[in-house]
Nanobody
Framework: QVQLVESGGGLVQAGGSLRLSCAAS????????MGWFRQGPGNQRELVAV???????TYADPVKSRFTVSRDNAKNTVYLQMDNLRPEDTAVYHC???????????????WGQGTQVTVSP
């Protein structure tokens, strides 16, 4: 069993910054891709950023050049540094991890509970 615990959300003004963290714990052998998704009011859940175990990153166009995803494999933690935030970034942000389990050695997707990010004009 694996748990993902997110933190760092909050309320900021446009142009401000937030740093989200997501720590995975449990019966983990290793973690492949880790990423962030978000779902804003009236929107579908969309990919924000993803990072491979080796550190390669991919970003959605709306956040490119403003957000930075990183990870600390020793801590099983992924981060999302969000700069120059805009009101349209307002959403619930969810952490995702593709976890290789210690017991069976199979990959499973796990999700965090979500953290609210609100950006005021």
């Amino acid at each position: 069993q694996v748990q993902l615990v997110e933190s760092g959300g909050g309320l900021v003004q446009a142009g401000g910054s937030l740093r989200l963290s997501c720590a995975a714990s449990g019966s983990i052998f290793s973690i492949n891709n880790m990423g962030w998704f978000r779902q804003g009011p009236g929107n579908q859940r969309e990919l924000v950023a993803v990072i491979t175990r080796g550190g390669s990153t991919t970003y959605a166009d709306p956040v490119k050049s403003r957000f930075t995803v990183s990870r600390d494999n020793a801590k099983n933690t992924v981060y999302l540094q969000m700069d120059n935030l805009r009101p349209e970034d307002t959403a619930v942000y969810h952490c995702n991890a593709k976890v290789i389990m210690r017991i069976r050695g199979r990959e499973y997707d796990y999700w965090g509970q979500g953290t609210q990010v609100t950006v005021s004009p």
